[in-house]
């Protein structure tokens, strides 16, 4: 394995991450999950990496691993106002549990929920500026500081995730993708293995959850994430487009 300053020195400075991400994937895209995890915090982004988390119905898995390799490494949960409850409880009871020590509540501009939904039902009429207001403008400020942060997306949760890499180019930064080649029986085998508590909501329907408004229960069957934004054109809450215009 080549050195890591070798890798530096790959990065052409008018492609930037895209250049660097690419480099990533070919020396460490056979790693496994937690390899992949202490790469990143110890030697690749060493104190410049953070991993955002929704503590929703699949986030035990990466928070754990993340507890194992370092509980200290900076946690972004975007509380976007709209959460149910029981996300807000699953985020307490898993920290607890884990040992993380720098979970970072990130919350809206009040100014631009002012602005710009002032009776709370902008998820109705621009569910996208809901979102962007709620959780990309929020997510933006919060990763000021860090040259990478880790997402707990995979291949198999939809379309657009499909070809997921677990290194990608976000504007100035890298997302890692640990997950990326998991399966939702891997993700079902290691929470039965290390006794992750499950999130309150996957009991009553919701496998894959959001805000209150905009998640409903999945019929047997559906796909696990037809309950967000069900009856939209909207798949993707917009964070992994928007973050630094590169296109969650």
């Given at each position: 394995?080549?050195?890591?300053?070798?890798?530096?020195l790959?990065?052409?400075?008018?492609?930037?991450?895209?250049?660097?991400?690419?480099?990533?994937?070919?020396?460490?895209?056979?790693?496994?999950?937690?390899?992949?995890?202490?790469?990143?915090?110890?030697?690749?982004?060493?104190?410049?990496?953070?991993?955002?988390?929704?503590?929703?119905?699949?986030?035990?898995?990466?928070?754990?691993?993340?507890?194992?390799?370092?509980?200290?490494v900076?946690?972004?949960?975007?509380?976007?106002?709209?959460?149910?409850?029981?996300?807000?409880?699953?985020?307490?009871?898993l920290?607890e549990?884990?040992?993380?020590?720098?979970v970072?509540?990130?919350?809206?501009?009040?100014?631009?929920?002012?602005?710009?939904?002032?009776?709370?039902?902008?998820?109705?009429?621009?569910?996208?500026?809901?979102?962007?207001?709620?959780?990309?403008?929020?997510l933006?400020?919060?990763?000021?500081?860090?040259?990478?942060?880790?997402?707990?997306?995979?291949?198999?949760?939809?379309?657009?995730?499909?070809?997921l890499?677990?290194?990608?180019?976000?504007?100035?930064?890298?997302?890692?993708?640990?997950?990326?080649?998991?399966?939702?029986?891997?993700?079902?085998?290691?929470?039965?293995?290390?006794?992750?508590?499950?999130?309150?909501?996957?009991?009553?329907?919701?496998?894959?959850?959001?805000?209150?408004?905009?998640?409903?229960?999945?019929?047997?069957?559906?796909?696990?994430?037809?309950?967000r934004?069900?009856?939209?054109?909207?798949?993707?809450?917009?964070?992994?487009?928007?973050?630094?215009?590169?296109?969650?």
């Open positions: 394995m080549a050195p890591l300053d070798a890798l530096a790959a990065v052409d400075p008018d492609t930037g991450t895209g250049t660097e991400a690419a480099a990533l994937n070919a020396r460490y895209g056979g790693l496994d999950a937690k390899s992949l995890v202490a790469l990143s915090v110890n030697e690749l982004y060493p104190g410049r990496i953070a991993l955002v988390s929704s503590f929703g119905s699949e986030s035990a898995v990466l928070l754990h691993i993340l507890s194992e390799v370092d509980p200290s900076a946690v972004i949960f975007l509380d976007t106002g709209r959460l149910f409850a029981e996300t807000l409880q699953y985020r307490t009871r920290t549990r884990l040992g993380l020590s720098d970072r509540s990130v919350t809206p501009d009040p100014q631009k929920l002012a602005a710009n939904d002032p009776y709370r039902a902008l998820w109705m009429s621009n569910p996208d500026l809901c979102c962007h207001i709620r959780k990309t403008e929020p933006r400020r919060a990763l000021e500081g860090f040259d990478a942060w880790f997402t707990g997306r995979k291949r198999f949760q939809t379309n657009v995730r499909a070809d890499a677990l290194f990608e180019a976000d504007g100035a930064r890298i997302k890692v993708n640990p997950l990326a080649a998991w399966s939702a029986e891997d993700i079902a085998a290691y929470v039965a293995r290390h006794d992750l508590p499950e999130h309150p909501l996957v009991a009553k329907g919701y496998p894959s959850i959001g805000c209150v408004p905009c998640t409903t229960r999945v019929q047997p069957g559906e796909d696990a994430r037809a309950g934004w069900r009856g939209l054109d909207k798949t993707e809450c917009g964070i992994h487009g928007e973050i630094d215009g590169s296109g969650i």
